[in-house]
């Protein structure tokens, strides 16, 4: 796609709807070669991963987008050679903030400036934070938990905006947090190849089915 015409449909709304969407999203493996997303088409995609929902809506997410040919052949030494790494048009690295107080006072403000609580409920939800995150474990869990929600609501925004995805856990762990200077209160919790799909996809693979998937009333390890 040409750089006008990759602004054009950016700005377009996405015409797919949610169940086509949900239904027809894959891990792509094929991406057509060398095409880069324009500026509004980024622009698009991360506002619409920003209204991902997170605990407190404190949005513990960051993203490093890497374009560049000989950085993402560095990278794909530290990403078992896999492949898409370099044929896509990009990779994301999708940051989760292990550090629930990064931005705790600015946004427990937002929630009283906005009218949801009045200012001692601001105090008793700041207190709450330590509570509901009390050791590295939990800390842990609000970094991948919230960057997880907005990986899947980029993957989605880029499919419905004709973009395709890759989301990748084959990596060295440490070797991509030095590569993207990530410090050791964030985690690099995936990284999603995007691009264009050059439909060579195999067919989709099973899915555990609704009986088996679905409890009513209490989780039993064993149906
Ligand atoms: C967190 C995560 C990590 C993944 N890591 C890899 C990976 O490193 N390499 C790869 O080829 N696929 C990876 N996948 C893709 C999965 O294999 C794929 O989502 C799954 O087989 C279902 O296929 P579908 O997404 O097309 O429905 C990953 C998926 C997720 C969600």
Not at 122 to 137: F, R, S
Request: proline letters at 4%; one cysteine or more; aromatic letters at 10%.
């Amino acid at each position: 796609m040409s750089t006008l015409s990759a602004e054009i449909h950016a700005n377009a709304p996405l015409k797919m709807g949610l169940e086509e969407a949900i239904r027809t999203r894959r891990s792509v493996h094929y991406f057509t070669q060398g095409a880069p997303l324009a500026e509004a088409q980024w622009r698009k995609l991360f506002e619409l991963t920003a209204l991902s929902p997170s605990s407190f809506n404190f949005q513990p997410w960051d993203f490093v987008v890497v374009e560049d040919e000989a950085r993402r052949q560095e990278l794909q030494a530290l990403c078992w050679g896999q492949r898409q790494v370099v044929d896509s048009s990009a990779v994301i690295a999708v940051l989760g903030d292990k550090d629930p107080h990064r931005r705790d006072k600015e946004v427990l403000q937002q929630f009283q400036d906005n009218g949801y609580i009045d200012e001692d409920t601001q105090k008793a939800y700041l207190g709450a934070v330590d509570v509901v995150y009390p050791d590295e474990a939990r800390k842990i869990e609000h970094a991948v938990g919230g960057a997880c929600l907005a990986a899947m609501t980029l993957m989605l925004a880029a499919h419905g905006m004709g973009l395709a995805t890759l989301p990748m856990i084959g990596f060295d762990p440490d070797g991509v947090q030095k590569f993207f200077n990530v410090p050791d209160d964030y985690i690099v919790t995936m990284l999603i190849a995007i691009g264009y799909s050059a439909d060579k996809e195999l067919p989709r693979q099973q899915r555990r089915g609704f009986d088996d998937i679905v409890y009513w009333d209490r989780f039993e390890t064993v149906k």
